[in-house]
């Protein structure tokens, strides 16, 4: 076996080549980089599109997109906040979904009592870095 990969080695050479060919500036990116950087290739929907593809345009009476998206930050939390840039995401988009800040807060502290308090305090840091960065005092 002369130059065989790993499947995770090909599939890596094989998203480096895919991100050449759709923009050449992006050569040396790495998928297994700064995941930060990775975050920033995926902008936030605008709530529009969220209530159309995770809200009520789906299924009319249903859950909102806001409320689907702090059940969706509550499972990160009781999976122990381990995806940094899934939860993060969240908190963007649920904040593009209408959801105040202590909403946010309180769906992350209600899973403490599953999750445990190092899955809280790691995904209310998280939470805390995008709430920062969007700068506004809103609860």
């Known amino acids: ?16 080549d895919m991100a050449k060919a759709l ?13 930060k950087d990775f975050e920033a290739l995926w902008p936030t929907m605008p709530k529009d599109v969220m209530e159309m593809m995770f809200g009520n345009t789906v299924n009319k009476g249903g859950l909102d997109a806001k409320t689907r998206l702090l059940l969706t930050l509550a499972g990160l939390t009781m999976q122990g906040a381990q995806a940094d840039s899934a939860v993060r995401q969240t908190v963007r988009h649920a904040l593009e979904a209408g959801a105040k800040k202590q909403e946010i ?8 009592v599953f999750a445990g308090i190092p899955a809280m305090t790691r995904a209310l840091e998280l939470a805390q870095e995008v709430m920062d960065a969007k700068g506004d005092d809103e609860t």
Do not use: C, H, R, Y
């Not at 807060?105 to 403490?112: A, H």
């Open 23 to 35: 923009n050449p500036a992006l050569e040396s990116f790495s998928p297994t980089g700064a995941f």
């Open 1 to 16: 076996m002369s130059d065989a990969k790993n499947p995770f080695e090909a599939m890596m050479a094989q998203a480096q």
């Open 105 to 112: 807060v309180e769906t992350i502290g209600q899973m403490s």
